[in-house]
């Protein structure tokens, strides 16, 4: 009975949490054999950051997967922290060097990095969030929920299995991927800068924490019921039992 819970559990988590496994940078291959993530074409290549919000914290947050950027303090970054007032007290958040692929139960699949390879000082973690039918690539910035650790949320299609290649948007449709060979229309898109962004926006954390919250119920739920379902069976073995032995009497 035992290993069916936690069979059930091991089943539940990779319902709602499938693993990514790291192929090369910025991509990954998703355990149940859904196809690539691959961020590649969210990067911009110029040795800049692709998204600068302002976090409403009194800092000014970069960040660009895939591709480091530098300044004159550090190299290899993938989030910087500058302070809004005072552009000489800036944070190494993380270094692309330190790029991991990691799965939670609450967060589902993000990407985490630190600001060096040993003993880092600062963390980072942009949690996936897959939009399939948007073309927008939107960064938020959630907090330092933990001192020294900053949370992000990354919402686009690149953080579905199999929506991205190296180049943008996979268009399925054969009639129109000719049109994407000639004018690059998914790839153009995907390079534009977003604006400068408001930092938090209530109204999209608000649905991100009731679907968080909905998630841990349906955990919840499937527990619960399989409490029940195992104290039946129990129940039922027990009963089973005592017949068995009162019978044993009887023939005694
Ligand atoms: C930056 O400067 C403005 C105007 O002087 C000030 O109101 C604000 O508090 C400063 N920000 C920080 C984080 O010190």
Redesign the pocket.
């Known amino acids: 009975m035992k290993y069916f819970l936690i069979l059930l559990l091991n089943f539940s988590v990779k319902v709602f949490a499938q693993n990514c496994f790291r192929t090369e940078p910025c991509k990954c291959f998703m355990e149940d054999n859904s196809g690539y993530i691959n961020l590649k074409s969210l990067a911009l290549s110029s040795g800049g950051p692709r998204w600068t919000l302002d976090g409403g914290d009194?800092?000014f947050y970069q960040y660009n997967p895939c591709v480091g950027f530098e300044n004159e303090k550090f190299t290899d970054l993938a989030v910087l922290q500058v302070?809004?007032?005072n552009s000489n007290l800036e944070y190494n958040l993380g270094i692309q060097a330190t790029e991991t692929f990691v799965t939670s139960l609450s967060k589902g699949l993000s990407i985490t990095y630190a600001s060096s390879a040993s003993a880092a000082k600062r963390k980072s973690e942009v949690i996936l969030e897959c939009i399939p039918g948007s073309r927008d690539h939107e960064l938020q910035f959630v907090g330092e929920l933990i001192v020294t650790e900053y949370e992000f949320i990354l919402k686009s299609p690149c953080a579905c299995p199999g929506l991205c290649d190296d180049t943008g948007l996979i268009v399925p449709d054969a009639s129109t991927s000719s049109q994407i060979s000639t004018m690059p229309p998914s790839g153009d898109e995907t390079l534009q800068p977003d604006p400068v962004g408001s930092g938090l926006n209530w109204n999209q954390v608000g649905s991100d924490l009731v679907g968080l919250i909905f998630h841990d119920f349906i955990l919840v739920a499937i527990i619960a019921s399989t409490i029940v379902i195992v104290q039946y069976i129990m129940g039922y073995r027990c009963h089973c039992y005592k017949n068995g032995q009162s019978m044993k009497f009887t023939d005694a």
């Open positions: 009194g800092y302070h809004e007032n």
